[in-house]
């Protein structure tokens, strides 16, 4: 999974702008990604995560710099302070290649499971019903959850349909992942279900750029970390470094702020892990238990060494705020 040094990134970012009105939000985002890699963004509410999710499939317009996607431009800076987009044909292209999972879900309520993971492909790719239906249901099987196809998905839990809006963006077969907080409109509980899924799919070799606030999946799945701040890239290195030894005051200070509020840490360190009533599909020679239960070890390692790191030399003035979203 380690990138390799010759081969071009698969996610390219050089300078990303973006302004809200008055607000300049990114500040000149730069940011590669190489195929293969897991690549966690983490930092406070507010700094601009999503949107620079967004800007990566043009769900937001960026103002400047350049996007580059599997070696096609997206947008980039032209004459006069203007930026150029693609074409609509290749911006549609492009799109197919950037699965994204959002923070709520967003299936489609009047549809099943299995709905909504074959409708893209039937719809965008024009993809043969037989065949789409298939490969949904190998799909929802590797998020453990083909025995929910006909579910409806006020009828599952969230943990389940976040499942599911996970199978449904791999339906496309994206070249790379998005997920934008995943687990953070679910009950804590449910958390290590659809963390579980994200490392599966990591060590299948996904290409994976995750926002999320699970300083423990990040420290266990990411091949590299970046913490931003007001719209910039603060710092960035492997997992161990930034979360186990940051440099930047704003860093230390953010991943003290995180980890003193993580319940997992706090609640269930000691505890047996949280059993949930599925029965999980091929996904050989897993132990989900197992496998959670070291999530939540790997949190209470992060939080002492934190704690130990952070105590001695830290002023509190320059904390950043957390609120909710
Ligand atoms: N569509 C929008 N219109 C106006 N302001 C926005 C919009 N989207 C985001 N913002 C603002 O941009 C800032 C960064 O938002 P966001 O990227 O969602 O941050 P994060 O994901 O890091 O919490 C916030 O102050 C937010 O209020
Ligand atoms: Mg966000």
Same mark, same amino acid.
């Given at each position: 999974m380690a990138p390799l040094d010759n081969v071009a990134p698969l996610v390219k970012v050089e300078g990303l702008t973006k302004s809200f009105g008055d607000n300049q939000i990114l500040n000149g985002i730069d940011l590669e990604v190489a195929a293969g890699e897991v690549v966690s963004i983490i930092g406070p509410s507010g700094s601009g995560k999503t949107t620079i999710l967004r800007c990566l499939n043009l769900l937001e317009r960026p103002d400047g710099g350049r996007i580059e996607i599997d070696g096609q431009m997206l947008c980039e800076d032209g004459a006069n302070g203007r930026i150029n987009f693609a074409g609509k044909s290749e911006i549609r292209k492009i799109r197919e290649e950037v699965g994204m999972v959002f923070?709520?879900? $967003?299936?489609?309520?009047?549809?099943?499971a299995l709905e909504n993971v074959v409708e893209a492909p039937m719809a965008?790719? #024009?993809?043969d019903k037989a065949v789409a239906k298939a490969r949904a249901l190998e799909l929802l099987d590797s998020v453990g959850l083909s025995h929910r196809a006909d579910h409806y998905p006020l009828q599952m839990s969230g943990g389940q349909q976040q499942r599911v809006a996970i199978a449904r963006a791999l339906a496309m077969d994206p070249a790379v992942m998005l997920f934008d907080e995943?687990?953070?409109?679910?009950?804590p509980e449910l958390a290590g279900e659809i963390l579980l899924v994200m490392k599966q799919l990591a060590e299948q070799g996904m290409t994976m750029i995750v926002v999320t606030h699970e300083m423990g999946f990040a420290a266990d799945v990411s091949d590299r970390v970046l913490f931003i701040d007001h719209g910039l890239v603060i710092e960035q290195g492997k997992a161990s470094q930034v979360l #186990?030894? @940051?440099?930047q005051d704003r860093t230390k200070a953010f991943l003290k702020a995180v980890l003193e509020r993580t319940p997992m840490a706090e609640e $269930?360190? !000691?505890? @047996?892990p949280v059993e949930t009533e599925e029965s999980w599909g091929? #996904?050989? #020679?897993?132990d989900e238990s197992e496998q959670i239960a070291s999530l939540e070890s790997e949190v209470a390692r992060l939080r002492q060494e934190l704690d130990a790191a952070t105590?001695? !030399?830290?002023?509190?003035? !320059?904390e950043p705020t957390e609120s909710g979203e």
């Open positions: 923070q709520r879900f $967003n299936l489609f309520p009047h549809m099943t965008v790719k #024009g993809a995943v687990t953070s409109a679910v009950d #186990g030894s @940051p440099q $269930n360190a !000691d505890s @047996p091929t #996904g050989a #020679g897993v105590t001695t !030399d830290e002023p509190t003035t !320059d």
